[in-house]
């Protein structure tokens, strides 16, 4: 199984960037999707959840009302929609999945990560 990541990049305050996260060789039927971030010196967190059923969508409090994430099952890519970016947002973003049960909150319950890319937002 291989999460690939991509979409990373700089931009200035107030701009936007879409992350994608592509699942590939997946032997599992379903997963819940995430993304996570890990700014230097910090511990990694989580950003937003999407569950496999597409119900019930997770957004940190930082983030709420300007992310929006997203999924193409056909694709089988998930996507962050980022818009008003602040220079807090400034981290590695890394997509994760999860095949089993437990807790959608738990970054220690995901499987599968992704290498990361790097967002930068300047001020």
């Known amino acids: 199984v291989q999460l690939q990541a991509s979409g990373g990049g700089s931009v200035q305050t107030g701009g936007s960037l879409r992350l994608s996260c592509v699942v590939s060789?997946?032997?599992?039927?379903?997963?819940?999707a995430g993304w996570f971030r890990q700014a230097p010196g910090k511990e990694r967190e989580l950003v937003s959840i999407?569950?496999?059923?597409?119900?019930?969508?997770l957004y940190s409090d930082s983030v709420r009302g300007r992310f929006t994430i997203s999924r193409n099952q056909a694709k089988d890519t998930v996507y962050l929609q980022m818009n008003r970016l602040k220079p807090e947002d400034t981290a590695v973003y890394y997509c994760?999945?999860?095949?089993?049960?437990?807790?959608?909150?738990?970054?220690?319950?995901?499987?599968?990560w992704g290498q990361g890319t790097q967002v930068t937002v300047s001020s």
């Open positions: 994760a999945a999860k095949t089993n049960s437990g807790a959608v909150d738990k970054i220690a319950n995901y499987d599968y």
């Open positions: 999407l569950p496999w059923r597409g119900d019930k969508k």
């Open positions: 060789g997946r032997t599992f039927s379903a997963y819940d």
